[in-house]
């Protein structure tokens, strides 16, 4: 089950709510069947290049999609802005292949800041600035957590 986690600025209007984690029928055998009309991942890789190398890797290089997939908190390093993008892996013959996905507004690449990677620890918003007044004030609303599939 997936949880939704909304960043809130102390001082504008900035308000965003990202979806976490994965959702019931992300098992990894649906996530790995491409064809039948339950298929996930062509809803979830939205370039239709990278699902056709994705659909390469696992059908002529033996590769699989470990169950470290989810949808995560990416945070542009240059402009602050926060999006949720799914995550996944995919390990084949010679590599391991992880999806890059870009700012919109600068095109930098993002990074992962998702608080479910225990190594990092709790997810600290007080150390982000807010992408739209740039102050550090933003805070996780906790009044708007909801649950998802
Ligand atoms: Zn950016
Ligand atoms: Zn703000």
């Not at 965003?16 to 062509?42: H, N, Q, R, W």
Request: aromatic share 14%; net charge negative; charged share 25%.
């Amino acid at each position: 089950m997936g949880t939704s986690f909304t960043i809130i600025c102390n001082e504008c209007e900035y308000s965003k709510t990202i979806m976490l984690g994965v959702g019931m029928a992300y098992s990894p055998e649906m996530l790995m069947d491409f064809d039948s009309e339950y298929a996930i991942l062509p809803s979830l890789i939205r370039s239709k290049k990278t699902l056709e190398f994705v659909k390469m890797l696992i059908s002529d290089k033996g590769g699989v999609i470990p169950y470290t997939y989810a949808h995560k908190i990416y945070h542009c390093p240059k402009c602050s802005e926060f999006y949720e993008h799914f995550f996944y892996q995919v390990n084949y013959d010679g590599g391991i292949f992880k999806p890059q996905y870009k700012c919109t507004k600068c095109k930098t690449v993002l990074e992962i800041i998702s608080r479910e990677n225990e190594s990092q620890g709790d997810l600290n918003l007080k150390s982000y600035p807010c992408p739209k007044c740039g102050k550090y004030s933003l805070a996780e609303d906790l009044s708007s957590v909801v649950m998802w599939d």
